[in-house]
């Protein structure tokens, strides 16, 4: 099935190349095209949108074109026709309905993302047209839904798009011509899913409602944890209308979360939503499970001695019976259909092979091994796996597997995922259910919670690490990978080897205060202390959100080489092994950033080389607020359709410089690091936390977490103490609100833990009242450092941010530029001042501060020296000949200002390339 691509946008009518529809589905499934699409689907102009949308590549998919493409150059039909959806009302459910139908082949979201794209194999013997109107009559019997008539056309285009939850079946239906026809009756493009006509017949609410008594009789939950075949159950029995909510409540209630309020309003969601006119898909889930689907039909008695029309009158007059009576056909047929897969599969245990009867022979499916279903999991995003145990021939070592809902429901994706152990799958579709039947009814299967990131887990109340949990005493995965924790089975999380490192945990070689010595002695106090308060912080994240709703982030910034990213990544060392590097500059953050946010709850993230710029910024801001950053999900049911990236970790962050914009100043928590010179001391203290570090930290969080109870019962209270005795130390009142929240949260668990003597943070101060001053000082010191960045955000505080960058990148020279005189230093003002101005376009795309402006905040800044003692006529070396070491003549309107100041205030470095 090849057909023509088209790149550079509609307006090139020259196939590019022929590619197949797997080609097709990894180009939309991939990020190619996210970046234009997000575009169109945020642009609320159409004039725009259509612009847009000019220029996204395209396909014919109803064949490949020479030279250019037109009806009459089509070299050779495909064999695929593509059904256009526009402006489809409830498009998730619409999409996760057409996906069930027998011939769907491809479907995806459009680039507007408000339709579907249907592609649909078809024969090729009639005109592509003839095809075209019988799936358009289809579409329109089928699911209310009317086609762009434009489809007809076999050179129509057909734009890409993005959606990585695209639909493909390869082994779909080919549609075959009927001589179908549309409607005739002019109709909107767009059919409303209300008061569309049920096909549902009387014979099928009798076969439900058999099915629902065996269900009912035997416990059997077919509604895979209340996820999409839930939906798709209710979606089925809403074509009985009303009648059938009675029937989903009985199918709902096997599943031990059944709600009452939950399922009703599900129902109410598929009445209004559906677009299945009879119930076929609940046949066949039920199938699946293994039921016989011929339940309540009147020729199925003829199994138990009647004749056909014995049997066809006893369902006459089961029809008649009072409501709420069985059907006493159901009853007699029940029995036999539940033990079919007991009496059809067998296990035989001194071959070691499973056999499954069909028709008076016995199939070997699995040769040389068994296998069994030990636990169906299921994530936050229901998702629903399988763990499979096996056991082979001649081997007392089983293994487990975890497969995907679709490999364990697949006979060819089930073989492929054993094929690397050595093992073979011999079995259709038909033998496959059986033997998970077998499995369900002769063993039972548990069901296990998938844990999709390390750390806290809310619902069962553990801290996860690759090999091991915690919930009070380290717990040990069984066989499986399983941790039995709080009552609950649940799926140790693994995301891939180097995150599993990353999060493994070891015996601790030394305690928390032991290593707190080591990093204070490797980055002293100034750097040490607050970047341990907020690890602290991030253990018990949870606790401190359910009090005040804030998650401030850790900023730490200063001159290149000063450590500053060590400083941090030796914290990371205390979830498992060190954090590698990601580098905010890098090409390839785009996926890994989110990532990265979303793999660990109450745990630390660390990202290097943060811009103001940077595309994260909102997204890191907005985490501050717990919230993620909002973005279009992968099943979009339009483009004004968003979910967050959920963000459960603390982030820590790495500069060169202060950040620009206000808001995402006002939610960091920042520490000045501008000191290069390390001590013979420093070193070697470094060095020994590195060595320790290689073995894995996590220890040291465990010995922590055992506190988790205390932080929960003393939270409130504590943070309300620590807030109010720091707001006492500025009775004026001109901190803001948020600056105090944001210290209050850094400090409140490791105030906690020293006062009652978990942790000692290398304080001789043992008493509440002396801990509580010493935490106010502190505090002190870091809210006053907080309010000059947060209202000194000035022109002045840009223009000597914008001289470091200068002089970090080799654009301003000593003696050239500027030159110590002293305490103070000379700047080359003027020329220094055009530097400026061009960079500060570069960066940020708008004007800079103008010269006036900065000079009277310098002349603020020196007050009370004089203006004239200020800017002055100042000898520099010669530009031209910056070896000359001789000062040139005196360069007018140059300035002095006070260097101990500027290091101060603002973090300006200026000897750092001294020799």
Partial sequence: ?????????????????????????????????????????????????????????????????????????????????????????????????????????????????????????????????????????????????????SGSDISRACYLSHDPDLYYNEGSQVWKYRGLKPPKEKTKNLVSTENKKRST???????????????????????????????????????????????????????????????????????????????????????????????????????????ATEAATEDEKQDDQP????????????????STALSSVFYDQDEMTILVRSGKTLVTCCDGYFFFLRYVTEDEQENVSWIIEFQQLHTDQNFTLELTNKEFLSPDSFDEAIA??????????????????????????KKAVKVIRFGYHEQSNTYFFSNKAFNGQIIEPDENNIIHTNGKHVVLPSLNDDLDDRFILTPPPISFNQWYELYV???????????????????????????????????????????????????????????????????????????????????????????????????????????????????????????????????????????????????????????????????????????????????ISVELLHHRELIKAEYSKAYNTLLRKFKSLFPGGEI???????????????????????IDLGMEECDEPDVLDAFAQIAYQQIIFQHRILSEKSALSEFVEMIQWLYDNNKIYEGVHFRFDGPNVMFRFSSIYTSFKQQYYFQYQQPAPTKDAIEEEIIQFETPAPREEIFKGIRFRDPDNPEEQKLKDKVNHSCVMTYTRLQERYGLDLMAKRT
């Fill in 1 to 149: 099935m090849n057909f023509s691509f088209y790149q550079g946008g509609i307006t090139n009518r020259f196939p590019t190349s022929n590619i197949t529809l797997a080609d097709l589905a990894a180009l939309i499934t991939s990020d190619r095209y996210k970046v234009v699409v997000l575009r169109l689907q945020a642009e609320q102009i159409e004039k725009n949108q259509k612009e847009i949308k000019k220029t996204i590549d395209y396909v014919t998919p109803g064949g490949t074109f020479h030279p250019y493409r037109q009806a009459d150059h089509c070299q050779e039909r495909s064999g695929l026709m593509v059904i256009d959806l526009d402006d489809v009302e409830n498009l998730y459910e619409t999409k996760i309905q057409l996906e069930q139908d027998p011939y769907a082949r491809m479907i995806f979201v459009s680039p507007s993302g408000t339709g579907l794209k249907v592609l649909v194999a078809i024969e090729t013997a009639n005109e592509h047209k003839d095809y075209f109107n019988d799936l358009s009559f289809y579409f329109q019997r089928e699911y209310n839904l009317k086609p762009d008539s």
């Fill in 201 to 307: 017949t009387k014979a099928n609410l009798k076969q439900i409602r058999a099915l629902v008594e065996v269900i009912e009789a035997n416990g059997l939950d077919i509604t895979t944890d209340y996820g999409k075949e839930w939906l798709l159950i209710a979606f089925s029995m809403s074509t009985l209308g009303e009648e059938g909510r009675e029937l989903f409540h009985r199918v709902s209630k096997q599943n031990p979360s059944y709600d009452e309020k939950e399922t009703d309003a599900k129902f109410d969601n598929a009445l209004e939503k559906s677009r299945f006119t009879n119930p076929a898909k609940f046949f066949s889930i039920c199938q699946d499970y293994g039921l016989d689907i011929t339940l309540g039909k009147g020729k199925k008695a003829k199994a138990d001695g009647e004749n």
């Fill in 420 to 445: 690397s152990r050595g093992l073979a799958l011999n079995a259709g579709k038909a033998e496959l259910k059986l033997i998970r039947t077998y499995n369900f009814q002769k063993w039972g299967v």
């Fill in 521 to 699: 002695k490797a980055y002293l106090w100034d750097n040490a202390f607050l970047p341990v308060c907020f690890y602290l912080t991030s253990l018990f994240r949870d606790i401190a959100l359910a009090h005040k709703k804030i998650a401030p982030l850790l900023y730490v910034y200063g001159v290149a080489g000063t450590g500053k990213s060590s400083v941090l990544r030796s914290l990371t060392n205390l979830f498992g092994r060190e954090q590698p590097e990601i580098n905010l500059k890098a090409d390839n953050t785009d996926a890994v950033v989110p990532k990265m946010l979303s793999i660990v709850s109450n745990g630390l993230v660390q990202f290097d080389e943060m811009t103001d710029d940077s595309k994260f910024q909102g997204m890191f801001q907005a985490s501050y607020d717990n919230i993620g950053r909002m973005r279009t999900p992968d099943n979009a049911r339009g483009k004004l359709d968003f979910e967050s990236i959920d963000v459960k970790s603390m982030i820590m962050l790495t500069a060169n410089h202060m950040p620009k914009y206000q808001p995402f100043l006002e939610r960091c928590l920042f520490m000045i690091n501008n000191n290069k010179k390390k001590t013979e001391d420093q070193r070697k203290n470094w060095e020994i936390l590195q060595d320790l570090g290689k073995g894995g930290l996590a220890g």
């Fill in 736 to 758: 803001y609100e948020r600056n105090f929240n944001n210290v209050t949260q850094l400090l409140t668990v490791a105030y906690i833990l020293k006062v009652n003597g978990k």
């Fill in 323 to 338: 409501a709420g009576e069985k059907p006493q056909l159901v009853v007699k047929e029940r029995p036999r259909r539940i």
